[in-house]
T-cell receptor, first 112, second 113 residues
Framework: DSGVTQTPKHLITATGQRVTLRCSPR?????VYWYQQSLDQGLQFLIQ???????AKGNILERFSAQQFPDLHSELNLSSLELGDSALYFC???????????FGPGTRLLVL | DQQVKQNSPSLSVQEGRISILNCDYT??????FLWYKKYPAEGPTFLIS?????DKNEDGRFTVFLNKSAKHLSLHIVPSQPGDSAVYFC????????????FGSGTQLTVLP
């Protein structure tokens, strides 16, 4: 158990809808990262937050947004969903200057 | 453009033998490399890492080798055990303030009893 929690574990929705994925980092971790894993692919970096501020952006679509709250939990919002958004979404966290990122169990999103 | 490549999608090894998983990268700005193990329906679990200033790091049955001139790293597992069967991801971190990881596509390791 990495100490990173993600909810929900599974999500099934329809095209055009909007969903929110939630991540609680390990206790004491200020950085949260979001990654997307599509079928048979590696994890693709989406976005990073550090202590409530956006720190880095990767290949994140304009339909997707994220935020980190004062209690350090983070939410990833996916809107106008398309079939191709079906994927595993992972969040990871670490402390300042810590190299290793610790991953949550992921949210499996299925868009029908 | 894949900056981190794992060219072998799968590898089968007999129990007790050595497993060697390979990873190549193209970005010379990467300064830290990690291996993660992933079981189905779970998140990636950190296994071992290496800084670009080293060429070897060992932790029990796991050893990671880094060849900077060839932009190549490998993970050795000795001896391999059936419980090692999982997908292994190689990841690299860039220098500077961008601390996100760039992942390879993974190698499915199967250790046969």
């Amino acid at each position: 158990d990495s100490g990173v929690t993600q909810t929900p574990k599974h999500l099934i929705t329809a095209t055009g809808q909007r969903v929110t994925l939630r991540c609680s980092p390990r206790s004491g971790d200020l950085s949260v990262y979001w990654y997307q894993q599509s079928l048979d692919q590696g994890l693709q970096f989406l976005i990073q937050y550090y202590n409530g501020e956006e720190r880095a952006k990767g290949n994140i679509l304009e339909r997707f947004s994220a935020q980190q709250f004062p209690d350090l939990h983070s939410e990833l919002n996916l809107s106008s969903l398309e079939l191709g958004d079906s994927a595993l979404y992972f969040c990871a966290s670490n402390r300042a200057r810590e190299e290793t990122q610790y991953f949550g169990p992921g949210t499996r999103l299925l868009v029908l | 453009d894949q900056q981190v490549k794992q060219n072998s999608p799968s590898l089968s090894v007999q129990e007790g033998r050595i497993s060697i998983l390979n990873c190549d990268y193209t970005n010379s700005m990467f300064d830290y490399f990690l291996w993660y193990k992933k079981y189905p329906a779970e998140g990636p679990t950190f296994l071992i890492s290496i800084s670009s200033i080293k060429d070897k790091n060992e932790d029990g049955r796991f050893t990671v080798f880094l060849n900077k001139s060839a932009k190549h790293l490998s993970l050795h597992i000795v001896p391999s055990q059936p419980g090692d069967s999982a997908v292994y991801f190689c990841a690299a971190r860039g220098s500077g303030s961008a601390r996100q990881l760039t992942f390879g596509s993974g190698t499915q390791l199967t250790v046969l009893p």
